[in-house]
């Protein structure tokens, strides 16, 4: 009988190694609503865009299809990210955290991630007590979601 694959297992493993991703798979931890972080980055810039949440069948679509899809916590759907505003997503590439609790989409994003028209969703900083917009809006955002 083989030995289940586990996220420790793969601390040990050397760059280059590889492994079955139905074993990996099972070992991905999601919250107690079925739930998985997922942080979306340009995978050229490596600018960090959006901070989302996926399930198991959000994951094996975004996999399947290479284009990012989400699970919107407030419409309780899938969310597949341009969808309504044309602003998609593409995966170029997908990592796991050390503990197989977190994701890190490495995207191409096309247009703004944010739906404030942003680049990213990442705009406010806070510096001496202070919370500083860093960013405009590149695109208007009523503009974004007009059908």
Known sequence: MSQQLTFKQLEKAQQGDSFDWEAVKKQVKYDDNGL????????????????AWMNEAALQETLETGRVCYW???????????????????????????????????????????????KSCFYTAIHDHQA????????????????
């Not at 590149?138 to 974004?144: F, H, K, N, R, T």
């Open 132 to 147: 500083k917009i860093l960013t405009n809006p590149i695109i208007d955002p009523e503009a974004l979601y007009k059908k």
């Open 72 to 118: 919107s916590r407030s419409r309780q759907s899938y969310w597949r990210k341009g969808e309504e505003s044309g602003q998609i997503q593409l995966l170029k590439d997908l990592r796991f955290d050390c503990d197989g609790d977190a994701i890190l989409l490495l995207v191409d994003q096309t247009g703004p991630a944010c739906h404030t028209g942003r």
């Open 36 to 51: 998985i972080p997922a942080i979306a980055q340009q995978f050229d810039s490596k600018e960090v865009l959006m901070m």
